[in-house]
């Protein structure tokens, strides 16, 4: 297979706090491969957004990547000096966050943010620029680009705004575009008008995304392989149909069971008992070990690393490092979806 | 008494009535501003000519887009904002005019669980106090039969009795928000408004919360107003659905016949809009437009601008509810058969 995009390798991210150190991420591993949609899933705590901006170089100090490497198509980004890292960020990776309130400038108009963007990036002039950002503008759905372009962000509404957040994360060309919950803060119906915008533009520039999102139907519509985080690790990655439908892990199975169902009906829903642990009391072996109907005695003690499966699919489980042990659902315990 | 046979037996027993339900807000500049910059005072219509009724013992659901005026009818019913105009019968009395004695026996019958479970319960109070209080306040209980009955409380909700010396902030969301489910059944309530209960909570743990209350609501036979965005938590957990749109009701039908069978085009866009989990392949058809501002409504049906069945009906007059197969829908197309 050809080089990926861009290749996490053994991840770690901590934050020191007065009560010792946290390890956000612990030895966390993918790639994206040019022109794919990664979705990154899991509950809050996981270390979904923590991942993305570790990769745009954005961890908050005192928080730090304490071990692993970032590589861009084939450069190493993770060390980079801050002037050099700004090169990458909105060049080469260009980003969306939830609130797009937060990633506009209210004081400057639509236009002096998007031509300031692309001509720090690009070596172009201030008209070509200019008409560069009605083209944008133009292609992610705001009617009559050319007059709203001199408009300031409070004169959008929300689906709007987040129109003229992907124009800003596109307008320097970017191979990735790191998507942070980015249809969160929207209504269902402007939700799936974004997401729609965002895949098929990306798909056009040739742009790989990666989607980090807690919503399992955006990722089903939109991503083409899924990772999925807890406490920190990963549980699972592979494409996105067999994830959604057949999860290995015990975790993302009991995921997926807790999201109720548009057309079926259902009396109960899947219940995984208790919540996520918090990073400063993570057990030992398994993260998900007390909480996983199919653990067993190797579950607490050592911790299990990504198996791999065939077909892309790679899953931490020790279930499945033992051909014969029954795998997830298919136990005679109720409790195993 | 499961749900199916409660829903039988209370099948023509109203609890709550809701009729001609509207409240304006006055949204304009302050007085002076309007002489010197000029402007009309500006009234924001948030909920407007709302009916419906919600049976004993059913799971009544509201689901709308952000300022559909889903939590402004909630914040009605429960009495901490009054209606402009309409009339809220719960039980059969009027909600606006009973007085003190009544309105006290009347305010133990209903509670409310909050969004946010963050900021709803007292952060200076411990979990015991805060579910006492209701006991305290309507003469349920006393002394050692108070702390046995908080005990119990916490129990039910699936904490310990021993949790009751605790702050709120020594507990996860999805246990805040057990802590206000018991906190709304200290005063044994029969009916419970339920704003986005698990909107702010991650979905496994949203599970746990929707079982918890399914469960509540058999053994309890409690009545819910369930107010959500979120339309695979309210196929989940209601019986009946009322679909608003900028503060109107668009339809009110059955649960499952809304899913299957839609008849408002806005219910349609709504479902259509869903991302799919099954992963069918379906293509979602893209929703035009947003909705509009509220203060400037469109004129006639206010979906006309987005509707794809729009025709010259719809933008002059304003539709009124219609009934077919059991729904009821504000549509002309769907009276005329158009659709």
Wanted: glycine share 8%; proline share 7%.
């Amino acid at each position: 297979m050809a080089e990926p995009l861009l290749s996490v390798r053994n991840l770690v991210v901590e934050f020191p706090t007065r009560r010792g150190i946290l390890r956000a991420i612990d030895d966390v591993s993918f790639d994206i491969h040019e022109g794919e949609v990664l979705g990154m899933v899991g509950e809050s705590g996981a270390g979904k957004s923590i991942t993305g901006a570790a990769i745009i170089g954005l961890i908050e100090p005192p928080g730090r990547i304490a071990g692993g490497e970032i590589w861009l198509r084939g450069q190493r980004i993770d060390n980079l000096r801050p002037k050099a890292m700004r090169k990458v960020r909105g060049r080469r990776i260009g980003m969306v966050f939830q609130d797009p309130l937060t990633s506009l400038n209210p004081l400057y108009t639509v236009a002096e943010q998007i031509v300031e963007t692309i001509r720090t990036h690009l070596d172009v002039s201030e008209k070509e620029a200019r008409s560069r950002a009605i083209d944008l503008l133009d292609q992610v759905g705001i009617p009559a680009a050319r007059q709203r372009i001199d408009d300031y962000p409070h004169h959008f509404s929300g689906g709007m705004r987040q129109r003229v957040v992907i124009a800003l994360a596109l307008a320097a060309e970017p191979e990735l575009v790191i998507a942070d919950e980015p249809t969160t803060a929207l209504d269902v119906s402007v939700q799936a008008q974004i997401i729609d915008i965002l895949k098929e533009l990306c798909a056009e520039r040739g742009a790989s995304v990666m989607l980090i999102t807690h919503d399992m139907g955006v990722i089903a519509e939109t991503a083409d392989r899924v990772a999925v985080l807890y406490a920190g690790r990963m549980a699972e990655i592979g494409p996105v149909r067999n994830v959604m439908q057949d999860a290995l892990h015990p975790y993302t199975r009991g995921l997926m069971g807790s999201i109720p169902s548009l057309t079926h009906d259902s009396d109960r829903l899947v219940q995984i008992p208790g919540s996520m642990p918090r990073l400063d009391a993570i057990p030992p072996g398994c993260a998900f070990n007390p909480r996983c109907p199919r653990a067993f005695a190797r579950c607490p003690v050592e911790r299990p690393y990504l198996l791999d499966q065939g077909g892309g699919r790679r899953v931490a489980c020790w279930l499945y490092d033992d051909p014969d042990l029954p795998k997830a659902g298919e136990s005679d315990d109720p409790r195993d979806v | 008494m499961t749900r199916a046979m409660f829903d039988a037996a209370a099948r023509s027993d109203v609890l709550l009535q809701v009729k001609r339900l509207t409240r304006t807000f006055d949204v304009s500049k302050p007085w002076l501003n309007r002489v010197l910059e000029g402007g009309e005072k500006q009234i924001l219509t948030a909920v407007a000519d709302v009916n419906f009724e919600i049976r004993r013992g059913e799971t009544f659901a509201l689901v709308g887009e952000s300022g559909s005026g889903k939590s402004t009818i909630a914040k009605m019913v429960v009495g901490l904002l009054a209606p402009s105009a309409g009339q809220i019968l719960f039980d059969g009395q009027d909600m606006r005019q009973p007085s003190g004695a009544q309105m006290r026996s009347l305010r133990r019958r209903f509670q409310m669980i909050f969004q946010d479970p963050f900021a709803s319960l007292n952060p200076r109070w411990r979990v015991g106090e805060i579910i006492a209080e209701p006991i305290r306040t309507f003469g349920l209980a006393h002394g050692a039969d108070l702390r046995r009955e908080v005990g119990r409380l916490l129990e039910t909700v699936g904490l310990s009795p021993k949790d009751a010396s605790k702050f709120p902030h020594e507990f996860s969301g999805g246990q805040r928000q057990r802590i206000a489910i018991a906190r709304a059944l200290s005063s044994k309530p029969d009916f419970i408004i339920c704003d986005e209960p698990t909107s702010a909570l991650d979905v496994s743990v949203q599970a746990q919360i929707l079982n918890l209350m399914r469960d509540l609501q058999d053994e309890f036979g409690l009545t819910y107003l369930f107010i959500s965005h979120d339309l695979s938590v309210v196929r989940h957990m209601a019986n009946r659905i009322g679909v608003l749109y900028l503060g109107r009701l668009a339809e009110v039908a059955e649960a499952r016949r809304l899913f299957t069978a839609p008849l408002h085009p806005y219910s349609k866009m709504l479902l259509d809009a869903v991302p799919d989990l099954a992963m069918s392949g379906r293509r979602r058809k893209r929703v035009e437009g947003e909705i509009p501002n509220p203060i400037t409504p469109p004129p006639g049906c206010a979906f006309h601008p987005r509707c794809p069945w729009a025709f010259e009906r719809c933008p002059v007059e304003r539709p009124y509810m219609v009934s077919r197969d059991g729904s009821e829908a504000a549509c002309f197309a769907v009276e005329e058969g158009r659709i």
